[in-house]
């Protein structure tokens, strides 16, 4: 089979809202440079797939009008904040269908400040089950993602005796991993005093320093084909070794952490590292989906990272930095970068790229050959992607 590329990236610094530019200047401008990072014209692009959220219907299209009108399908994509993969997971599809060798994947958002909210209140909404599951299980009402992630803490600290201090910790990381990076908008260290006293926010321990802000921005990708590649003179390209999209089962209702996905990440990755032919310890950087604190740690033991209830151990020897076993966010991730919806996945696929080529910089894990992006949307959808340096 035909292997499938990413031959360019393209991303601009996330925003904190109302400082943004329009959402089709931060797109167009993020496609642009990853035509630029692939050496490739918009007219080499066949088909073009947009992630965002909030936006009304053909916002892709706009997004990218600015840089080509050349008549070609453009889709747009809402899997809620697994979108902008989810635009790479159609994109890879795409190719290995043999209907085409180019395809653009973009991600954009303007989103507004303050908790995630339904735009739509006279219909039902998907979240309904959500809600009524935590009701069941008696955890306190609070704004849909805030309610969903902290009983997932929640729980894992119950099953595991786990401490709020271990969701801390992460945080203090991941800061550190910001300092590095020119696209973090939060790139100042963080003491595990600060993040412990920070605001109070649910279930008297998961504080403000846990969650990740809303943010606006873009990033894109150029997926191609192998044959492409050669064609083109790309020689730079990182293959998708791997990848895999699951949604939720009957069961993740029954179950807090579930709830927020940790079945659908634990099956994608399953079948991505066996498309990929690996098992996670051979991956050495990972781009993971921490909305909250509380999901990077249930996301490490999901991922296969550490066993089942070693996450506080995992963080205490610092296995999931720089001389650890392996570099998780060195991004900053969305803790430090922010986190505008359909932008986020592509914003992965970006740093992951670059640190297989060997171009980020300071944050540059060495030696990396195989990366791992997780991207999770509730309502819900995890896709699991596997990148390897191409030889």
């Known amino acids: 089979m035909n292997q499938v590329l990413v031959a360019g990236v393209g991303m601009v610094k996330f925003a904190k809202p109302g400082k943004q530019a329009p959402y089709r200047r931060m797109a167009s401008e993020a496609v642009s440079d990853a035509l630029k990072d692939a050496g490739l014209n918009y007219s080499d692009v066949q088909q073009a797939f947009a992630g965002y959220i909030y936006?009304?219907?053909?916002?892709?299209?706009?997004?990218?009008?600015d840089v080509g009108m050349t008549g070609i399908p453009v889709v747009n994509v809402n899997n809620n904040c697994s979108s902008g993969s989810s635009a790479i997971y159609l994109a890879r599809q795409a190719i290995l269908s043999g209907e085409v060798d180019c395809v653009l994947a973009l991600g954009f958002e303007e989103m507004p400040s303050g908790a995630i909210a339904s735009q739509w209140d006279d219909r039902e909404s998907p979240f309904t089950i959500f809600d009524e599951a935590l009701d069941r299980l008696d955890y306190p009402a609070a704004p849909l993602a805030l309610r969903c992630f902290g009983a997932a803490g929640h729980s894992y600290m119950e099953r595991y005796g786990a401490k709020p201090e271990l969701f801390a910790q992460v945080a203090v990381k991941t800061r550190n991993h910001a300092v590095n990076n020119p696209y973090a908008l939060f790139n100042t260290p963080l003491s595990l005093t600060e993040v412990m006293n920070s605001p109070m926010l649910y279930m008297n321990y998961l504080t403000r320093l846990m969650c990740c802000p809303p943010t606006c921005g873009a990033a894109a990708a150029i997926i191609c084909s192998e044959d492409f590649a050669k064609h083109h003179g790309i020689t730079r390209g990182v293959v998708i070794a791997g990848q895999s999209m699951a949604t939720d089962k009957l069961d993740s209702f029954s179950d807090p952490m579930k709830l927020v996905g940790s079945g659908m990440t634990r099956q994608a990755a399953t079948k991505a590292y066996m498309q990929a032919g690996i098992d996670a310890e051979d991956v050495d950087v990972v781009e993971l989906h921490d909305c909250f604190t509380t999901n990077e740690v249930l996301s490490y033991e999901a991922l296969g990272l550490c066993s089942e209830g070693g996450a506080s151990r995992f963080v205490a020897d610092g296995d999931n930095t720089y001389g650890g076993k392996i570099v998780v966010n060195p991004s900053g991730g969305l803790m430090s970068k922010g986190h505008p919806i359909g932008a986020t996945g592509l914003a992965q696929c970006f740093e992951l790229t670059k640190q297989l080529r060997?171009?980020?910089?300071?944050?540059?894990?060495?030696?990396?050959?195989?990366?791992?992006?997780?991207?999770?949307?509730?309502?819900?959808?995890?896709?699991?992607?596997v990148y390897a340096k191409s030889i």
């Open 55 to 65: 936006g009304d219907s053909c916002s892709g299209q706009r997004a990218i009008y």
């Open 358 to 385: 060997g171009e980020a910089g300071a944050r540059q894990v060495a030696g990396a050959k195989v990366a791992l992006q997780h991207n999770l949307g509730l309502g819900g959808a995890a896709v699991v992607t």
